[in-house]
């Protein structure tokens, strides 16, 4: 049986942007620096990409912190500092990297499990979130305990359920307060994600009445077919029908959209790649620029070639998916 790489390799997506009359991708100007400041997380869900988990030890240093610092201090271009793992929140260097973004005037993404807030040693943590004026996005994959608990893991529900009521009580998710609170569905299997709106209006409806839970907006976010998930899907003998899926539902609308063309992802090494899941494959940009501390001007990325794998399919299928939810 051909290797899971191997089959993603067979389905080239530039090949299929040139079938569509569309230009091979290249980066716009920066806005968003996404960070992976590390892999270890308390929890080790089914679906990640990224592959975190209690056992994982990588992290980014304080040199790369610092370093990111310094890149926003010359990169007035770069809007937003979106920080991810793992759970973002167990890095030792975590609170220093929200300080020094938000004292540069970014906006800063704190992508929270939530349940990490309840673990030991994190007690301050969503005060903390609160007083620096941080965005929570927040992983919910469903509005019950049932899928929430078959993709996280037993307990799961409840305890986001907790948290979601403190971020409440805090302020976030409510009109006025400038706190934002956004939640994030990925489908438990292989199929694409409904109707954004309406999966919205149904996650406020149900978490409203049964939790009196309020928040922003529902992100929806298609399930990549790479590392965990594509091990899942090999194992259920789906990773061919999950493609085809991808492939045939491919959207050319999406293309502009896609969040590559103004984002890069930051490794816990330093190492910059297009995307998060580029990132997970460790496949670089084509470009001369490889680290982080190789580049000064942000600005010298942009119009560079995008790599670009069948991966890429998940992103530009349906109604499209990326880390701000549906592109269409």
Known sequence: MASTSRRLNLARFDDHLEKHGIALLRRAEVTTLQINIGLRCNLACHHCHVES???RSERLDRRGIQRILELLERNPAVETVDITGGAPEMHPDFRFLV??????????????????????????????????????????????????????????????IRVLKQLNALGYGKPGTGLALDLVYNPVGPFLPGSQASLEAEYRDVLGRSYDIVFDRLFTITNMPIKRFAHELERDGKFETYMSLLVDHFNADNVPDLMCRSLISVAHDGRIYDCDFNQALEIQP??????????DDLGALT??????????????SGAGSSCGGSLS
């Open 53 to 55: 988990g209690p056992k």
């Open 286 to 295: 084509p470009g001369k620029h490889k680290t982080i501390f190789d580049i």
């Open 303 to 316: 119009d560079e070639p995008i790599s670009t794998a069948a991966h890429c399919f998940g992103c530009t």
């Open 99 to 160: 300080r020094g973004a938000r004292a540069l005037g970014r906006r800063v993404i704190d992508r929270c499990n939530l349940t990490i807030l309840l673990e030991t040693g994190q007690e301050d943590t969503a005060e903390f979130l609160a007083a620096e004026g941080v965005d929570i996005v927040a992983s919910l994959p469903c509005h019950g305990p049932e899928n929430v608990e078959k993709q996280r893991g037993r307990g799961v529900f409840d305890g986001s």
